[in-house]
């Protein structure tokens, strides 16, 4: 799954193609890890909310 998007982006002329695609994988990487990141994130607060819950209903 691709979830970068190249709309707006100019490598400046310069570049070459290989520079391109190894910024390209870079940026692919990071959000790869972001999105990584945000799902512990979000198991963590549905963990929280289920835990708290939890105790208001047994007390």
């Given at each position: ?23 390209d994988?870079?940026?692919?990487e ?30």
């Amino acid at each position: 799954m691709i979830l970068f998007d190249h709309a707006g982006y100019d490598p400046g002329g310069g570049g070459s193609d290989a520079d391109s695609i190894d910024m390209d994988r870079m940026k692919q990487e990071i959000l790869d890890d972001v999105f990584r990141e945000l799902h512990k994130v979000k198991e963590e607060i549905i963990d929280a909310i289920r835990n708290e819950l939890s105790r208001i209903s047994t007390t």
